[in-house]
């Protein structure tokens, strides 16, 4: 079922007029490091269900073993130490240690909600900048570091009257040994802009019927559905699939316990429900899915959305499901924690 | 008795074994003494510079120091060292190559008296080494730490606790009705529940006595003002009593009437207090940022959560309302008396009252899956290991804290 499904949003994305092709990739259970999406890739690792016990486990350790993403922090670390470099020459500051641990994690912070570009986007509590209309010249702006309270002066530029100037281009040192400190900070700066937006999915998938079952239309249905609403949704997800047989009429349950019903706990609302058709089925029949498939026990107040793909021909067979729910991955927007720590702004 | 892992995944794996040198001058004692009590970071650095000149004396040279800034020297004038200079280097904390040698000691606590017998992590070694395997993209196998993106002391050498399940599940027992723990960040001791991000900063504050002090008198005098709910705060807290099951389910209009009249009471009270208003303002995920699922204002989450983490605020507010007292005497019946019975014990205001969701492996045979939850009150399970083993149990990353001696943890 792996490879039928690799192969069907491969497909989509190669109808798809500005899709670009995604990387796919087909993992073992026990596959613990992948390579990371490249600069403006997608990449969708493809697992089956029962590595979904592990999920929040794969989407980190991706992330956090990226070279990109190392990178990036290097070249942050660097500047920290620059800047504390200056900091302590110019008597700003006598121990480095605390000072060095509170910028680390606003920068740690500001990584986890607005992404790297936030670190260098003035205003967000590490840089500002404040701009002075000079009538006959044009706007006069100031860039500042600030930390404890103050606003440390860095740089200056002057945008005349008409021009444009993108991010923090043109700022000149105010004095010689802020060189270095500039120049980092602008080529971050540059770096940041010039990326492209990279994403990935895990997709965690079982079926419960022989792969020679599912009509290929359904298949492609369920990719076009995912490939639409969910992996272009955000940079890191992990999401769960699963192919089965509806069943009408009856109450037992789709699989015994075992593994993969154990990793189904891994999922939260909303849930999805993809049918191939609605022939022979009853409202009970959807109302007790959740059950039927041992998903966790949940409150009317949480979402089912519920779809019927509309392909008559399949209107003759037993009406086949597909089932898609989101993993909690543990990333910020989901979790308001780094590396662990919970972190308030 | 530990077990201990050595982490192949570090950047010094080309390094040469046995390249240590023993060091007989006494100098380096002395400076060694005195980087610790250096009273500067330009002090330490020059120590930190003296040192590793006398250290690099007779140095195998084996690579090109990594920070040679760190000691004033350009990239160019960068000195070849070995391993010792590096082991006597101010800055070896600070450095990637201190990530050599890593290694993790595994010990076997118990949380609870019924299931009391720890674990011994000898026995269970092979089991233990499969929560560090990894298998890299050639398909070869790797000796990993599971906790990365999990713990800031991930890929450095710290200890490392083997839990049994049961104990855990009963050490720390929860609300009934948090049913989506995925984003509670951490366990509060003393009303034995989980707790969740915003929870932090009001607990910050009723553990402030001044602030506690103002919110009772504000409780206990003033006159209410009427409608003071919004259309949504009303709405949201009828999901909340539902969701809590408050007054054993039954929503009748009399108890309603009750509750709302002592919401609009405390968010009142709540509002006359400028240390709420950050929390109040900030805006509020439902299921993320607290446990229900309500759209209400921060004014009432909050108000909700001071309720259930701290009871005695309802105590004290029906014991001077006892108009109210009548109809909401069944309100939380469970919160009043900590759950489980394993209260513990915080004597002092100092102690500390709360702890992280600490993340962990879960260890457990194919037939063990059905007795085991992937989210725990205390704790979150971020991988899962399938081994033979006599029992579940977990294998927790304590974030740097010592669960022998945490206050209040052992069979309080």
Same mark, same amino acid.
């Given at each position: 079922?792996?490879?039928?499904? *690799? ?42 269900? =029962?590595?979904?016990? =592990? ?14 993403? $190392? ?15 200056? &900091?302590? =020459?110019? *008597? %700003? ?7 060095? %641990? ?21 205003? $967000? ?16 702006? =100031? ?44 080529? &971050? ?21 022989? *792969? !020679? *079952? ?14 639409? !609403? ?27 316990? $075992? ?23 009853? &409202? ?25 793909? !509309?392909?008559?021909? &399949? ?31 | ?152 002391? /991930? ?70 003002? /009427? ?52 929390? /109040? ?78 993340? /962990? ?52």
């Amino acid at each position: 079922m792996l490879e039928r499904l *690799k192969q069907s949003i491969l497909r989509c994305y190669a109808s798809s007029p500005e899709g670009r092709a995604p990387r796919v990739q087909i993992l073992d259970k026990d596959c613990t490091d992948l390579e990371p999406p490249r600069a403006g890739e997608t990449l969708i690792a493809l697992l089956p269900l =029962s590595a979904a016990t =592990s999920a929040p486990f794969h989407s980190r350790r991706t992330q956090y073993t990226d070279p990109e993403a $190392n990178e990036f922090s290097q070249r942050i670390d660097d500047l920290i130490r620059d800047l504390q470099s200056w &900091l302590v =020459s110019e *008597k %700003y500051i006598e121990d480095d240690n605390f000072w060095s %641990y509170d910028v680390r994690n606003k920068i740690g912070q500001i990584r986890s909600s607005t992404g790297d570009a936030g670190v260098l986007r003035p205003g $967000n509590g590490l840089l500002s900048v404040s701009s002075e209309l000079i009538a006959s010249k044009g706007h006069q702006e =100031s860039l500042y570091f600030c930390f404890g309270g103050m606003d440390l002066l860095l740089a200056e530029r002057l945008i005349p009257h008409g021009n444009a100037i993108n991010g923090l281009d043109d700022f000149v040192a105010i004095h010689r040994s802020l060189d270095a400190i500039l120049e980092a900070i602008v080529g &971050l700066s540059l770096t940041v802009r010039q990326r492209r937006v990279s994403s990935m999915t895990f997709l965690y998938v079982h079926s419960l019927f022989e *792969k !020679e *079952k599912a009509p290929q239309s359904f298949i492609d249905h369920v990719a076009r559905h995912l490939v639409h !609403e969910v992996i272009a949704e955000t940079k890191v997800q992990s999401q769960c699939l699963v192919f089965g047989q509806m069943r009408p009429g009856s109450e037992a349950t789709y699989m015994s316990p $075992n593994v993969e019903t154990f990793a189904l706990k891994r999922c939260t609302p909303p849930f999805e429900l993809i049918l191939s058709s609605t022939a022979d089925l009853e &409202l009970d029949d959807v109302l007790n899915f959740s059950k039927r498939l041992h998903l966790p026990p949940l409150s009317l107040q949480f979402e089912m959305h519920v779809s019927e793909f !509309e392909d008559t021909s &399949l209107n003759q067979m037993t009406p086949l499901f597909a089932f898609s729910s989101p993993i909690w991955s543990g990333f910020w927007s989901t979790s308001r924690e780094i590396n662990g720590e919970q972190v308030i702004i | 008795m530990a077990v201990e892992i050595v982490l192949s995944e570090n950047q010094l794996h080309t390094l040469k074994k046995n390249s240590k040198r023993t060091l007989n001058n006494p100098e380096v004692e002395r400076l060694f003494g005195e980087l610790v009590w250096a009273g500067s970071a330009l002090e330490f650095k020059q120590i930190s510079i003296f040192l590793r000149e006398l250290v690099t004396k007779g140095s195998a040279e084996e690579f090109l120091c990594q920070h040679p800034n760190w000691f004033d020297e350009t990239a160019e004038s960068a000195k070849l060292v070995d391993r010792t200079v590096c082991d006597f280097c101010g800055y070896r904390q600070l450095c990637e190559r201190a990530v050599d040698n890593l290694s993790v000691k595994i010990l076997g606590v118990s949380m609870s008296e019924h299931n009391g017998i720890p674990l011994s992590p000898e026995d269970n070694q092979s089991a233990l080494e499969r929560c560090f395997q990894g298998i890299n993209q050639r398909g070869e196998s790797t000796v990993i730490d599971p906790f990365l993106g999990f713990s800031p002391l /991930a890929n450095s050498s710290r200890f490392l606790y083997l839990i049994p399940y049961a104990s855990m599940v009963e050490r720390f027992p929860d609300m009934p009705s948090n049913q989506i723990l995925h984003t509670a960040i951490g366990y509060d001791l003393k009303s034995a529940q989980s707790i969740w991000p915003s929870d932090i900063r009001i607990l910050q504050l009723l553990m402030d006595k001044s602030v506690l002090l103002r919110l009772k008198k504000s409780l206990k005098s003033g006159k209410r003002v /009427a409608g003071n709910l919004t259309k949504l705060d009303e709405l949201s807290l009828r999901d909340i009593a539902r969701q809590r099951q408050w007054n054993m389910g039954d929503t009748g209009d009399e108890f309603v009437m009750s509750m709302q009249s002592m919401f609009e009471k405390i968010i009142q009270v709540l509002k006359a207090l400028p240390e709420f208003k950050p929390i /109040a303002m900030t805006p509020m995920k439902p299921f993320v940022d607290h446990p229900f699922n309500s759209s209400g204002s921060g004014w009432l989450i909050i108000a909700v959560r001071i309720l259930e983490l701290h009871p005695q605020v309802l105590e004290f507010y029906l014991n001077h309302h006892p108009e109210d007292a009548l109809f909401l005497n069944r309100f939380m019946p469970d919160s009043f008396e900590r759950r489980g019975g394993l209260s513990v014990q915080l004597d002092h205001e100092e102690q500390r009252r709360f702890v992280p969701r600490f993340p /962990a492996v879960l260890l457990c045979s194919e037939d063990q899956v059905q007795q085991v939850e992937l989210e725990l009150s205390s704790c979150r399970v971020v991988r899962t290991q399938l081994v033979s083993i006599p029992a579940p149990c977990l294998l927790i990353d304590p974030l740097d804290f010592d669960l022998n001696n945490l206050q209040g943890w052992n069979f309080a």
